[in-house]
Structure formats: structure tokens, C-alpha cells
């Protein structure tokens, strides 16, 4: 075995999202970085170049690559000798929604007869509390190190909001979490050579429920005010109006924003680890499971709303032709992961609909292992539709001139604030 890690090299296991900005980051900071991934399509990418995330560009990849100061690989011996390895890999949900922590586990194992003495490991996929002392540390000790003295290990939670070009990787506070105080030491000494603040906190298990509160806190308030604009929908009040002027007060209130529904890689997933977790100590996290319930059927909520709309023109769901004005999860960027844009796509098909979509940012989608093409700006607005729902309002789309066609919209992003017509029908 290696005796020595070396503290100018960092190696970054996953290179999605996450892990590369990150893996960019500690490149310009003059650190030798080497990107593993289980893809070789994407290392193939990154050394030639290219950019595999939105919020990364051709540029700083190419730059990073070209100053040999970044380079991707499928082999995972090539961490070895690495003073900082950074864990980046994915953990969604099963689909009974219990924690899928496998590719954590494999992301382990594939580096534990690669990693020398002295390295520092930093888990950084968000998961439950008590995953880094309980999954991840006994698999180095059964390797021979003794973690808080020839290993340190912790937990640093991503913080990375896709298409955010104020708070990225660099700027965003990092929050730190060791399992040992010189664990979390030794990791901040790291981090704080590449990004501007750094955040120690007590241990692993304080940083770990750290992400999960900042999410489930979302999730709880995005679920009261989707409930609130059923209420409001029920009592034929706006609920953005409502929104905006409780908005006015300057203490004591946080506007959320209602929409068809949640998505993304954190909001819908994270809180449910908490609520898992908890489970297997015999204590049900009510508000988590309660938002979750209500953020879940916000897109069959949108089909009745759809219905409604329709038959109040006399026509049937079944046969009217919709077209769907963005498909990703959030505005201005192309992800569709959790989106409940495809989720109303497919609850609108499976009630007979004919259904379309058009998004600037997603070109096509893969829907039950068939590809479905997005139309282009100019068939969108030649079509021929019996209603437009607007579910993601992409600041490059003029929802006005769907408005202005004349048909019945369905606008569940306030997308059209402040135009009122007949055919204009808000969430």
C-alpha cells in the first residue's frame, strides 16, 4: 500500500451535476483533478473538452483539460495517491420511495483497495443521517485504516441549484461534517482552497440532516401553498394575488410559489430519507409525508383543473388536442427528472387526449421506451389546440402570444401575471 496522499491532487468520483463543477472548481484553485465515472461516453466527453452540465460550460472544461489539470476516467485505481477524494454519485428513490443508496456503496467499494494513507474522503451525496458513520466508514476500517488517524472521513451535502449563475459551487457556503474533529478539519483545509466559505459544523451526522432540513423545509411550504391554491381555486380567488399581498409584509412571511406540482433531483427525494430513517425508529415524520402526499397529486389536481376548463367549452378530454408549454422540472433549464410536467403529460394521454410539448431547453423525452420529439417554437403556435397549459414558465418563451391565440390556457406559473382575458385560467 501507497504510504502517502498527495495533497495537490483531488479526485472526484461522479461527474454529473455535482461532481463536476465541483471537479472545475479545485482545477482553477491549481489543483491536479482526476474525474471518475462508471460512463465512458461522459470521461470521453470531458477530454475532448466538452462540458456534461448545463451549469458548466465548453470552455472551462476545455481550459481545465488543456492545462492538464483535469483529466476523466472509468478506472477507479486512478484515485489512488489522491489527498482528497470527493464521493458525487446519485441517490434517488426506490420506487416503493425507500432510499436507493446502492451506487454510494458502489462507489465505495470500487475505491476502498485504491485509497492510501492519509487521504481525506468526503461523501457528498445527500442521503440519511448516520450513512457515513454507519455505511461507508466500516468498509475502510475492514481495509486496514483507522479513520480520525490515517483516514479522514466526513460529510459535505451538495448545494448545487442548476441554472443559479449568482450561488454556484464557489460562492455557495460549504457545510463540513467529520466524523472525527480532525476528520472535519482536515476536509475544511481542503475545501477552503477553492471555495470562498467554508462551514464546519459538530459531526458527519449535523452535516448530513443539514441538506435533508433545507429541503424538507422547502418541500413543506411549496405543499401548503399547492394546497392553498386549491383552496383558493375553490373559493374562485386568485391565489397569486394572495401570495403577492401577504408577500407585502415584512417580517414573519416567506412567499412560496404554487405550481402543477414538484420536481427535480432534491425537493421530491430528500425528505423522504429523513422520513425512511425515521420509520426504523418507530416515528412517522407527519409534515414530511404530508407534503409529499399533497406535492404527489398536484398534477392530478391540474388534470381535473384541464377537465373543467374543457368542458366549460363543451368539449370532452377525450380526442381535444393540448400542448404542454415546457416539460423540465423548474424555469430555464432542461431537466426533467421528477418533473410533474411529464407526469401530467402522461395522465392527460392515458384520458385520451392528443398531447404535445414544446420547450426551448428539452428537445425530446423518453416515455415508455419511446423517444417523443418537443415541437419547435413555430409549429407550437401554428397548432390547432383546445387548451395550452403552461407548466414551466422559461423566461425565452413569449406566453403572451400562446395567449393571444385565442384558445383556453392554463397557466399554473403565473406566467401571465397581470393579463386578464376570458380564455386565461389561472392555477
Not at 255 to 269: A, E, K, N, S, T
Request: proline share 6%; glycine share 8%; charged share 20%.
Amino acid at each position: 500500500m501507497q504510504q502517502d496522499a498527495t495533497d495537490s491532487t483531488v479526485a472526484v468520483v461522479g461527474l454529473g451535476y455535482v461532481g463536476l463543477p465541483l471537479a472545475i472548481a479545485f482545477a482553477d484553485a491549481g489543483f491536479t483533478v482526476i474525474g471518475v465515472d462508471v460512463l465512458e461516453e461522459k470521461c470521453d466527453h470531458i477530454n475532448g473538452g466538452r462540458s456534461v452540465t448545463p451549469d458548466v460550460s465548453d470552455a472551462e472544461v476545455s481550459a481545465a483539460v488543456q492545462a492538464g489539470r483535469l483529466r476523466a476516467t472509468t478506472d477507479f485505481s486512478s484515485v489512488a495517491g489522491a489527498g482528497l477524494l470527493s464521493i458525487c454519485v446519485p441517490t434517488p428513490l426506490r420506487k416503493s420511495k425507500d432510499p436507493d443508496i446502492s451506487y454510494i456503496v458502489d462507489a465505495c467499494m470500487s475505491i476502498v483497495p485504491h485509497v492510501v494513507k492519509g487521504t481525506v474522503v468526503v461523501l457528498e451525496s445527500t442521503t440519511y443521517p448516520g450513512t457515513t458513520r454507519e455505511i461507508i466508514q466500516p468498509n475502510f476500517e475492514d481495509a486496514g485504516f483507522k479513520v480520525g488517524e490515517d483516514l479522514f472521513l466526513a460529510f459535505s451535502p451538495e448545494r448545487i441549484d442548476p441554472g443559479n449563475q449568482h450561488w454556484t459551487v464557489k460562492n455557495t457556503p460549504k457545510i463540513v461534517g467529520g466524523l472525527t474533529p480532525t476528520c472535519t478539519e482536515r476536509a475544511c483545509e481542503f475545501y477552503a482552497k477553492a471555495l470562498e466559505t467554508v462551514v464546519p459544523v459538530p459531526n458527519a451526522e449535523t452535516a448530513e440532516l443539514c441538506k435533508l432540513l433545507e429541503n424538507t423545509f422547502r418541500s413543506v411550504n411549496i405543499g401548503l401553498v399547492n394546497e392553498f391554491a386549491i383552496v383558493c381555486n375553490k373559493l374562485g380567488v386568485s391565489t397569486f394575488d394572495v401570495i403577492d399581498a401577504a408577500a407585502t409584509k415584512p417580517f414573519g412571511f416567506m412567499p412560496f410559489r404554487p405550481g402543477p406540482g414538484l420536481g427535480g433531483h432534491c425537493i421530491p427525494v430528500d425528505p423522504l430519507y429523513l422520513s425512511w430513517k425515521m420509520r426504523t425508529l418507530d416515528y412517522k415524520v407527519r409534515f414530511i409525508d404530508l407534503a409529499d402526499e399533497i406535492n404527489s397529486s398536484m398534477p392530478t389536481w391540474m388534470v381535473h383543473r384541464v377537465t373543467d376548463i374543457l368542458n366549460e367549452d363543451g368539449k370532452p378530454i377525450r380526442g381535444s388536442r393540448l400542448l404542454l408549454l415546457g416539460l423540465a422540472y423548474k424555469r430555464d433549464v432542461g431537466d426533467i427528472r421528477e418533473s410533474p410536467a411529464v407526469d401530467l403529460y402522461e395522465a392527460l394521454e392515458q384520458r385520451g387526449a392528443e398531447v404535445s410539448f414544446h420547450d426551448p431547453h428539452v428537445a425530446r423525452m423518453d416515455l415508455r421506451d419511446e423517444a417523443v420529439a418537443g415541437l419547435s417554437l413555430a409549429d407550437a403556435l401554428a397548432g390547432q389546440w383546445d387548451l395550452i397549459l403552461i407548466a414551466t414558465d422559461h423566461s425565452s418563451v413569449d406566453h403572451g402570444a400562446f395567449a393571444d391565440l385565442g384558445v383556453a390556457v392554463l397557466d399554473t406559473r403565473n406566467a401571465l401575471a397581470g393579463r386578464q382575458a376570458p380564455n386565461i385560467h389561472g392555477l
